[in-house]
């Protein structure tokens, strides 16, 4: 039996389990007759024999026997002459099996079968990789950290295969240690230079979502629906969950007993504030709901803009935007809708009033968007605070406060 060591490329079949073996014989068969078929320009009359055991095969060559001088093909035919050399009981019409020395394709030809058994070897294994991890996608795995760079974080997964968790999808907060385990969802699998990389995030919905479904039983049992989340990734985040049993309550049973559910979560994703609330299909109820924890006095809706001018007291707006406008800019998305916040006018209040951005060239820009973040954009909202509260609550200085209270009350007492 022919063979030319082909062990070890068998043992890379056996290690990969997922690859099985009729499709292992099926590439190393594909292999050598593309040498038949360069050697013989046919390999219809070739048999490709392989012992994936013992790592070796044999190529037996298939011709008919027919009578001296009436050879009309020579790759299926042989002259009885010839082949009662082979073997003397033979007879012209038997068909002769003989042994194809692979020795006689050539030094050159049995190495590049070898790389090309190779190259289709990692192929495959590059598939299945990618074939696993597309089954996963939005799924929870843990993975170890083998390596932190800059940009990203390189993983391995269970088999050793590495995943990559790049910095756009890390929490902000995310400090990671060579050895440690963490929890990551499957977001992709992308291609690198003709190889596959699977990518994971700890910023998509779908993490926080996968988290719900592991620590809240009602949602994996589907008695829950989470209808939508929004995030904020180490800030806030906000899900919108409804339930098909009247009998439960959707926030609480997410919540759990005194936060128990929930707290786990929130430590998994740095301390991100989550926001539960019930889903409804009143769009006036969904935005006061999704600006929690703000109170609403009273909103104006354009359902064809999808436009809402939300009204509330002085002391609510800071809590309506949030910090760095987050809480704002989440209710947005959560309800679809555009949502502008504005102070309620109290009675006996003047109705005049001045936005912030009036004032730029007596205020400098960094000190109007402090202000802002506060939820506070008019100059009447600025003045209704007292100095201790605006320095309690923004990184200003006394004396810049002392300056903006001035050039604010100015512009209304010359009006």
């Keep these: 039996m022919a063979s030319i060591n082909l062990i070890e490329a068998f043992q890379e079949f056996k290690d990969e389990e997922k690859i099985d073996r009729p499709t292992m014989m099926k590439v190393v068969e594909d292999?050598?007759?593309?040498?038949?078929?360069?050697?013989?320009?046919?390999?219809?009359?070739f048999d490709v024999i392989v012992n994936a055991e013992k790592g070796d095969l044999e190529i037996m060559r298939?011709?008919?026997i027919v009578e001296d001088?009436?050879?009309?093909?020579?790759?299926?035919?042989?002259?009885?002459?010839?082949?009662?050399?082979?073997?003397?009981?033979?007879?012209?019409?038997?068909?002769?099996?003989?042994?194809?020395?692979?020795?006689?394709?050539?030094?050159?030809a049995i190495l590049a079968a070898k790389?090309?058994?190779?190259?289709?070897?990692?192929?495959?294994?590059k598939n299945v990789l990618v074939k696993k991890y597309e089954d996963r996608i939005g799924d929870i795995i843990n993975a170890e950290i083998y390596q932190v760079w800059k940009k990203e974080v390189l993983l391995l997964d269970e088999e050793g295969n590495e995943l990559i968790l790049p910095k756009s999808e890390q929490i902000p907060q995310d400090f990671f240690k060579k050895g440690e385990t963490i929890r990551a969802v499957v977001k992709k699998v992308d291609s690198k230079n003709n190889s596959p990389v699977i990518i994971l995030s700890r910023t998509s919905p779908d993490f926080l979502a996968k988290l719900l479904e592991i620590e809240v039983p009602e949602i994996f049992d589907g008695l829950i629906t989470i209808k939508k989340i929004v995030r904020e990734p180490g800030e806030r985040a906000k899900v919108a969950v409804e339930s098909f049993d009247d009998r439960i309550d959707p926030v609480g049973a997410c919540v759990g007993?005194?936060?128990?559910?929930?707290?786990?979560?929130?430590?998994?994703?740095?301390?991100?504030?989550?926001?539960?609330?019930?889903?409804?299909?009143n769009i006036q109820l969904l935005i006061q709901r999704s600006l929690t924890p703000?109170?609403?006095?009273?909103?104006?809706?354009?359902?064809?803009?999808?436009?809402a001018d939300v009204y509330m007291k002085a002391d609510q707006v800071s809590l309506a935007i949030g910090r760095r406008g987050v809480n704002i800019k989440l209710a947005c998305q959560l309800t679809d809708y555009d949502i502008d916040v504005f102070r309620e006018s109290e009675a006996g209040e003047d109705e005049f009033d001045i936005d912030l951005d009036e004032f730029s060239d007596?205020?400098?820009?960094?000190?109007?968007?402090?202000?802002?973040?506060?939820?506070?954009?008019?100059?009447?909202?600025?003045?209704?605070?007292?100095t201790e509260e605006l320095e309690r609550r923004t990184d200003l200085e006394i004396k810049t406060i002392d300056?903006?209270?001035?050039?604010?009350?100015?512009e209304f007492e010359q009006d």
Aim: charged share 35%; proline share 1%.
């Design 31 to 45: 292999v050598f007759k593309t040498l038949l078929r360069k050697k013989y320009t046919s390999d219809e009359n």
């Design 62 to 64: 298939r011709r008919i």
């Design 69 to 108: 001088g009436a050879l009309m093909d020579p790759l299926s035919e042989v002259e009885y002459s010839q082949a009662i050399k082979i073997e003397p009981d033979f007879e012209v019409g038997e068909e002769l099996y003989e042994e194809v020395d692979i020795l006689d394709f050539g030094r050159r």
């Design 115 to 125: 790389q090309t058994l190779a190259s289709r070897i990692s192929d495959l294994k």
């Design 257 to 281: 007993m005194k936060g128990s559910r929930i707290h786990g979560i929130v430590r998994e994703l740095k301390n991100e504030n989550i926001d539960v609330i019930n889903w409804t299909s």
């Design 294 to 307: 703000s109170k609403i006095s009273y909103m104006d809706i354009d359902s064809e803009k999808k436009h």
């Design 362 to 386: 007596e205020i400098d820009s960094w000190v109007i968007d402090q202000l802002k973040e506060i939820g506070c954009d008019t100059a009447r909202s600025v003045l209704a605070l007292t």
């Design 403 to 410: 300056h903006l209270r001035a050039v604010l009350q100015a």
